[in-house]
């Protein structure tokens, strides 16, 4: 992993005659100078290092590595797609691939918000997503004003709005704020993003869809490992590092077959990667999440819908929000089923906490009408794992 945890003498006081023992963060093996300023003020006049935090902050550093990020580039629907792989599945570096609890979660996002904000006040350009008002009138102010007026910032107060991501995983459903994220997609929603996805990028969208996978996942097919004949994908990289077969649907084997056609057999490339950009080169985490983006604005225009984000896990959710649908209907009904074992073997979970998420009654009635409606034609039991081979 490129970042790490380790430890420092910190001289300060007087001719710096003062070295006090601190825990930051190492880029390369090399301190990571403007990620470690809040680190350092913070382990100032304490009895222990930090340690919880400073670990939080490498693991959320190390996911952006992973999807060719820099801290600096992540926007508010970047960190809530990371807070909901922590919620939900848990990650393999630090993480034990084990779902996190609510209070974790709020840890994760105290840690994220404090990075933030000490990165806005040094200057550092931030996505627009991430500023308050407040935070534009003292950053960005007007170029024709000559003078800032100072400002003293209170005691626990954000300048960014990342402090706003706790509530989104609260309990308490009533208290969402304004900053709505889609967890999962209507039958309506899913037909409406593809048609207004470029034709590559409606191929990735629907793969998570219909399979269930990880935008990672999805992004790793290469073209030995997709067999349009017998209708299967076989990822190159997972979670866990197990490698699952998933069947796709007809109307799924048209789209990645009239991609290979009319898309990438135009493209000089000799990537082994199945989804390849207009460069020639594997389509990146971040191409796809622009790409969402698009859509999202095209789909709000044309149907007068509201969207407010979306994510890249959604497609993953719904797949598993719509199975765990059937999973409890036919236990209602006292037809024999797969277990609750067989499902996080499905969903390429290592717990069973992770189905807590998909057990909310709102959850299943929402999903229900998307499972009857754009499932009905197609085994989902048996194309989310057709086998390991």
């Not at 089923?337 to 069973?352: A, G, R």
Request: aromatic share 12%; glycine share 4%; net charge negative.
């Amino acid at each position: 992993m490129r970042y790490t945890v380790g430890y420092c003498l910190y001289p300060h006081g007087q001719n710096d005659a003062i070295e006090t023992r601190m825990r930051i963060i190492f880029d390369d093996g090399l301190p990571a100078t403007e990620l470690n300023r809040h680190l350092v003020m913070a382990q100032f006049n304490r009895d222990k290092t930090l340690g919880t935090t400073v670990y939080q902050l490498c693991i959320y550093l190390n996911y952006l590595d992973m999807h060719g990020l820099e801290v600096v580039d992540a926007t508010m629907d970047m960190i809530y797609d990371f807070l909901c792989e922590l919620y939900v599945d848990g990650l393999p570096y630090g993480c034990n691939n084990e779902p996190k609890s609510y209070n974790t979660i709020c840890d994760y996002v105290e840690t994220l918000s404090k990075l933030y904000d000490t990165l806005a006040l040094r200057g550092y350009h931030l996505d627009s997503s991430l500023y308050t008002q407040t935070q534009r009138m003292l950053l960005l102010p007007d170029p024709n004003t000559k003078r800032r007026k100072g400002r003293v910032v209170k005691k626990d107060e954000h300048l960014t709005n990342v402090y706003l991501l706790g509530k989104m995983f609260s309990p308490n459903q009533n208290d969402i704020p304004k900053l709505a994220y889609t967890k999962w997609y209507s039958a309506e929603q899913i037909r409406a993003i593809a048609d207004a996805l470029p034709l590559t990028y409606r191929c990735i969208f629907l793969d998570t869809v219909y399979t269930g996978h990880r935008i990672d996942s999805a992004l790793s097919l290469t073209l030995d490992t997709v067999d349009l004949y017998n209708a299967q994908v076989t990822p190159t990289r997972t979670k866990t590092g197990k490698r699952h077969t998933s069947l796709i649907p007809p109307p799924l084997v048209e789209d990645f077959q009239s991609y290979l056609m009319d898309v990438r057999s135009k493209i000089d490339t000799d990537s082994e990667y199945f989804f390849v950009g207009h460069n020639g080169s594997p389509v990146t985490y971040n191409a796809y999440r622009s790409a969402l983006e698009s859509a999202r604005m095209k789909v709000n225009k044309t149907y007068g819908w509201d969207i407010e984000a979306l994510h890249t896990h959604a497609g993953r959710s719904t797949f598993a929000a719509a199975i765990r649908s059937y999973q409890l209907e036919q236990q209602r009904k006292g037809i024999p089923t797969f277990s609750d074992v067989d499902f996080c073997n499905l969903m390429d979970w290592k717990s069973l906490d992770s189905l807590k998420h998909y057990d909310l009654v709102n959850r299943v009635q929402d999903a229900a009408p998307m499972l009857i409606d754009f499932y009905k034609n197609y085994d989902v039991l048996t194309s989310a794992n057709a086998g390991t081979p």
